[in-house]
């Protein structure tokens, strides 16, 4: 006979059929504070046509992660500590045309969890494979380049050009005279390496300029853009169409511009 909704929560939940997890069901939809980060950025060099600039950024394991009894909940962090460092460049040869490049590398820190050690095609994993392992999710490599034609004062048309890699995930047994325990971790390292080309382009307004003369910039724009090639299982192919609005406004200190007098203009 066909299982109802309880049959299959009885077998879920009941120890007696080997996997004492939560039911499967709808829960509302509650807000969690994701992992937190904290971030720095400094110019680095500006000379002429040339500006780099270097940053670190920190990432805190304030997130909640996803319960290995549940089948189906999604967390809301790794739930491990993360060092982040870039770097980037703007060179312009002429008043029409730059290069922006980009690079990031972050670095994952191990930490410990509970998981069910299973492959990503067993997702009703029984209770013997539940333990604690730690885990050192695989370090990320991002760089890109971004050529740019300025059309205006205001509006630039830019293209753009990803790399973006991820190493295997790695998982260890934390206690190995754990006699409970009969997962097999290394099952969750397969297919966790990825890797991506995304291809895309956009148009960037800014406006620094206001009636009066100087101001504050305002920023805007629309960015397009594709992963065209890849490797890995989990790896998606995505595609992006950001819009975005940037305003600027004066924290402290500083003097109001002063205004133009159109009749010496």
Do not use: C
Request: aromatic share 10%; hydrophobic share 35%; charged share 20%.
């Amino acid at each position: 006979a066909r299982l109802s909704a309880a049959d299959v929560n009885t077998m879920l939940q009941d120890s007696a059929y080997g996997h004492a997890a939560d039911p499967l069901e709808f829960v509302k939809f509650r807000q969690k504070l994701g992992d937190a980060e904290l971030g720095v950025r400094v110019g680095l060099l500006r000379a002429g046509a040339l500006r780099t600039v270097v940053s670190g950024t920190v990432r805190l394991p304030t997130g909640k992660l996803d319960s290995p009894d549940n089948y189906t909940d999604i967390g809301t962090g790794d739930g491990q500590p993360d060092i982040e460092l870039g770097f980037e460049g703007y060179w312009q040869p002429s008043p029409f045309l730059a290069l922006a490049t980009m690079a990031s590398y972050n670095l994952q820190l191990t930490h410990q969890l509970v998981r069910r050690a299973t492959s990503h095609d067993e997702p009703l994993a029984p209770l013997f494979t539940r333990g604690t392992v730690s885990r050192n999710l695989g370090d990320e490599l991002r760089v890109g380049v971004f050529p740019s034609l300025r059309l205006s004062d205001a509006f630039t048309v830019y293209g753009s050009a990803l790399y973006y890699r991820k190493s295997t995930d790695r998982f260890t047994v934390v206690d190995p005279t754990d006699s409970g325990y009969a997962g097999n971790p290394s099952r969750l390292e397969f297919e966790t390496t990825q890797s991506t080309w995304s291809f895309g382009g956009g148009v960037f307004y800014r406006a620094a300029r206001g009636r009066t003369g100087a101001a504050l910039p305002v920023e805007a724009g629309v960015d397009y853009r594709a992963a065209l090639r890849g490797s890995g299982g989990q790896t998606p192919k995505s595609v992006s169409l950001n819009f975005y609005l940037r305003l600027f406004w004066r924290w402290s200190g500083g003097t109001e511009e002063p205004s133009v007098d159109s009749s010496q203009s």
